[in-house]
């Protein structure tokens, strides 16, 4: 069954560093995601992505943040300069349209650790 | 503004029913979700109900929505060890993005 995945699964790094997530969407999906979830704390949207384009952002998603699809298979969500509150599990999520009722699926996450 | 509140934890005997309970505030949302999440993977969609039901049967799963309370709850008949997780409640907003709660943990006592 086809799935989402992300790498790193954990990724540990220095305040002011940039980090990258990865995430490999559904083959045929069109829509992308990015959520997080900071321990203890409700899962949170951060952005949307689609035709090469942010679709909706939410106010968490500063200039730090940026998402790209470099290729035909990977989605980045990028940090530029971490922050202590950074450190979070990062969803990524897929889906086949846009519309309602388009499930949208996630992948493991990766656990972002900011020292 | 848009919250999704459900207790924390809870805690059942194997072979009885688990119910899990949420609330929200935005009643625009149009379809009401509910997510499980096993150690160390991603969120899995388990069952979803649109907001003109009151309720929907999936197996083991019932979902009770009182759209005028903005309550929404999840029945897992017949709770097995398997069903330990944590469990989401979420609503879609537009077409982008969709609002969590901070999720329920179920914990199965033998």
């Known amino acids: 069954e086809p799935e989402v995945t992300q790498t790193p699964s954990h990724q540990v790094t220095q305040m002011g560093q940039e980090v990258i997530l990865r995430c490999v969407p559904i083959?045929?999906?069109?829509?992308f995601y990015w959520y997080r979830q900071i321990l203890g704390q409700k899962v949170e949207f951060l952005v949307s992505?689609?035709?090469?384009?942010?679709?909706?952002k939410s106010e968490i998603f500063d200039d730090q943040f940026s998402v790209e699809r470099p290729d035909g298979s990977n989605f980045t969500l990028k940090i530029r300069s971490t922050k202590l509150e950074d450190s979070a599990m990062y969803f990524c999520?897929?889906?086949?349209?846009?519309?309602?009722?388009?499930?949208?699926?996630f992948g493991p996450g990766t656990r972002l650790t900011v020292l | 503004g848009e919250d999704v509140e459900q207790s924390l934890f809870l805690s059942v005997r194997e072979g009885d029913s688990s119910v899990i309970n949420c609330t929200y505030t935005d009643s625009s949302s149009t379809y009401l979700y509910w997510y499980k999440q096993e150690p160390g993977a991603g969120l899995q969609l388990l069952t979803y109900?649109?907001?003109?039901?009151d309720m929907k049967q999936d197996q083991r799963l019932t979902v009770l929505l009182n759209k005028k309370d903005k309550h929404l709850s999840l029945r897992i008949a017949d709770t097995q060890t398997g069903d330990s997780a944590i469990y989401f409640c979420a609503e879609k907003m537009g077409d982008d993005k969709i609002i969590f709660g901070k999720g329920t943990r179920l914990h199965i006592l033998p």
């Open positions: 083959s045929n999906h069109l829509y």
């Open positions: 992505f689609y035709n090469n384009e942010i679709s909706e």
């Open positions: 109900i649109f907001s003109n039901m």
């Open positions: 999520a897929s889906s086949e349209g846009g519309a309602l009722y388009n499930e949208q699926f």
